[in-house]
């Protein structure tokens, strides 16, 4: 009986196994790539890999952006795949903690990649040692209408006190200076980000979002103070339009900046505007002495802790390592590779951007929501929404933000 | 039925009331163990949890009250709090005006049943998709309410930009499906209520407003009962609209209870487990109340005081 088991299991298996080829390793993916570029950047991605290396088959599952991050808490405890996207930086320090990710500094050393991905060395290393490789990064600025600029007759400003004198100017053609959305929040931490980093420079802006420095604390205060004064320049009822809704009040001129990432090149093109009358600035100097300091969000890639086929899943973070794959990687999504010796595209945005991002000495931030806490930056990001919408409630805005302060960093 | 009886040795009435005395439990176990396992249990887990600081992943860490005592010193709970007993008081509209219309659809007239399947329909569609549709229509810049104030006023009103006035906006959108909720019931009610009543009361003279307030109204309290009930269950738990709406926003000024507890435990920013786990512990304890009193009036109304 346990033989016509057998005999029968053996025969079911080699049935299946024959047609699938019996030879071929499987790596399964898990990635947030749904958006239409980086989906096909991560199809060739796979593709390239697979042909390198032809015993392994590459099983990708694309999830929804915003879905992808209550997934990848399940599947890491529960069926982990042997790869998964995720963000540098504080952003990836739950699941370090946790013991959820795996340590690759083996593939770190083993491929040099302390030299050739060394800007964000410092993004991906928790405890001495990193978690996963980062693939690709974008800068942040400020995206700008060139019509409406020519209509009112101004200049792209180079400091803070020329943005706003212009904004004057745009508020006597009936223009919003600035524009936002700020339904998902996220926008908002944008503009602070950088009026602190103009304002404080990156060291203090790195204190405060890891909570050595008060939020009450008079440097602070000195932010939101530049930032009051571009408020009334601003468009009205942000907190209720999503970020996109803002882009359209751009490319129908009805708006004139708009401080954001260059993922958005896409959408304000897909709403017809061209390289002629999108233009992008580096945000305006606030104060000289300050070393530049800028944003730009890095993607990564990780093994998590529970992956089944590790040895295949280092081979890959090897692969999206090299230059000439994040040199074609990144072409297709539009944005900046981390490998100092990839090349750029000669999209205009992405040239601006890497020479924005090549040339900061100050430092570069990750974005408020991953170089804070969870708890912390959604309650900066509340507090901004709100401080934009009424500045005169600062104190107390602040003041809510210290209490948060002083719970979350205590553990 | 003479033979087992001499059989077993026990005497028929007996076991006849042995029989009787565990029949309805035999019938009432496997919803008992589907009770046990799926609403008794997760209700003791979450107030078990509630004690824990926990982010899901790392170890628990046993904490104690201390969760509830942040809670009391917490802006947004109270800003919660504050917002469910708004929906509570307002979402009550629903049954008066579900009443009226119930009575404007039953009257005997030609082609009523099209009107009567276009009052069902916002009940039907999914709250996600009413939400959607109330988003756009508040929406400054291109919502039809907004331009319809824009033309009013000349700026605008952007309902769900203003924390003064999203949890209003978010109401008026749970109230339409709500209405009609409320209306299906009492349409129902209306085909029970009997004739020859009315027919009495007619030959004693009434009709209008006394008719329905002596005679209609009466026999409409079942309907009434269940309208309250799910009133005040849907008030309490009201999330969708608020998370497809607004997602609590703006700076959080929309949140509810169960919203509260979904953005502290579950949400891109939160993995609070306990905190979340302790508003799930307040917000169950508000509904315990409401659903005493609804037992307490079933249990009186079948004993008939």
Redesign the interface.
């Known amino acids: 009986m346990n033989f016509l088991k057998t005999t029968a299991l053996v025969a079911l298996m080699g049935s299946i196994a024959i047609p699938a080829m019996a030879e071929q390793r499987v790596l399964k993916l898990f990635t947030d790539a749904s958006d239409p570029a980086p989906k096909a950047a991560f199809e060739q991605l796979v593709k390239g890999f697979e042909a390198e290396n032809p015993d392994v088959k590459v099983e990708v599952n694309t999830f929804d952006h915003e879905g992808y991050k209550t997934a990848i808490r399940n599947f890491l405890t529960a069926d982990s795949p042997d790869l998964a996207n995720w963000y540098a930086g504080n952003r990836m320090a739950p699941f370090v903690n946790a013991g959820q990710f795996t340590d690759v500094s083996d593939v770190w050393e083993e491929n040099g990649l302390k030299d050739s991905l060394g800007s964000a060395l410092k993004s991906m290393t928790i405890d001495g040692k990193q978690w996963g490789v980062p693939y690709t990064y974008y800068q942040w600025g400020i995206y700008y209408n060139k019509d409406v600029y020519k209509k009112a007759g101004v200049d792209v400003p180079k400091t803070w006190d020329e943005f706003i004198s212009n904004c004057k100017k745009f508020k006597e053609i009936g223009v919003d200076c600035l524009t936002t959305g700020t339904k998902a929040l996220w926008p908002a931490a944008g503009i602070f980000d950088y009026l602190d980093l103009r304002t404080n420079g990156y060291d203090f802006h790195m204190k405060l979002t890891s909570g050595e420095i008060p939020w009450t604390d008079d440097r602070v205060k000195a932010v939101f103070a530049e930032w009051k004064k571009v408020l009334p320049y601003t468009t009205k009822n942000v907190a209720a339009i999503d970020w996109q809704d803002a882009v359209s009040n751009i490319v129908q001129g009805k708006a004139a900046n708009y401080v954001m990432g260059n993922f958005a090149v896409a959408t304000f093109k897909d709403g017809g505007m061209t390289n002629d009358t999108l233009g992008f600035m580096d945000f305006p100097t606030i104060n000289p002495d300050i070393p530049r300091a800028e944003e730009a969000p890095t993607d990564t890639i990780h093994i998590p802790a529970g992956a089944k086929n590790k040895a295949d899943a280092k081979k890959f973070l090897a692969y999206v390592a090299r230059a000439d794959v994040q040199t074609k990687m990144n072409e297709e999504l539009g944005q900046l590779p981390i490998n100092k010796n990839s090349s750029v595209g000669d999209d205009p945005y992405l040239q601006a951007g890497f020479k924005v991002l090549s040339t900061a000495d100050g430092g570069i931030a990750q974005f408020f929501d991953r170089d804070a806490p969870a708890q912390m930056a959604k309650a900066g990001m509340e507090g901004f929404q709100e401080f934009m919408a009424y500045p005169d409630h600062l104190d107390a805005i602040l003041e809510r933000l210290e209490k948060v302060r002083q719970r979350v960093y205590k553990n | 039925m003479s033979e087992p009886r001499a059989e077993t040795g026990i005497p028929a009435p007996r076991r006849r009331r042995l029989n009787r005395k565990l029949a309805p439990w035999l019938f009432l176990a496997p919803g008992a163990l589907m009770f046990l396992i799926y609403v008794l249990i997760p209700i003791g887990e979450s107030m078990w949890i509630s004690f824990f ?1 926990w ?4 170890a628990k860490h046993w904490i104690g009250i201390e969760n509830y005592l ?1 809670l009391l010193d917490d ?1 947004a709970f109270y800003t919660s709090l504050k917002n469910n007993l708004i929906w509570l008081v307002l979402y009550m509209l629903a049954i008066p005006f579900g009443l009226f219309i119930a009575l404007f659809l039953n009257q005997t007239v030609r082609g009523i049943r099209i009107y009567k399947s276009l009052f069902f329909f916002p009940f039907v569609i999914s709250q996600v998709v009413v939400g959607l549709i109330f988003s756009w229509f ?4 291109f919502g039809l309410f907004f331009e319809l104030t824009k033309w009013l006023d000349g ?1 605008g009103i ?4 203003n ?1 003064n006035t999203v949890t209003y906006g978010i109401i008026a959108a749970g109230l339409w499906p709500q209405i009609a909720y409320c209306m299906i019931l009492y349409l129902t009610g209306l085909n029970a209520v009997a004739p020859d009543q009315i027919e009495a009361a007619r030959l004693d003279g009434a009709k209008g407003i006394k008719m329905l307030w002596y005679v209609v109204l009466p026999q409409l309290r079942p309907a009434t009962f269940i309208a309250v009930v799910v009133t005040v269950i849907g008030a309490l738990r009201s999330f969708d609209l608020v998370s497809i709406m ?2 609590g ?4 000024s929309s949140r509810v209870l169960s919203y509260y507890m979904y ?1 502290q435990a ?7 487990m306990g905190y979340g786990a302790a508003i799930a512990v307040v917000l169950f304890a508000i509904m315990m109340i409401f659903i005493s009193g609804f037992i307490w009036k079933m249990w009186r109304d079948e004993r008939g005081l």
């Open positions: 600081q982010d899901g992943l790392s942040e802006d508040y929406a400054p810049g700026t952007a309902i769900l930009a924390p607004t997602d926003g703006p700076f959080g953005e579950l949400s891109e920013y939160g993995y609070r």
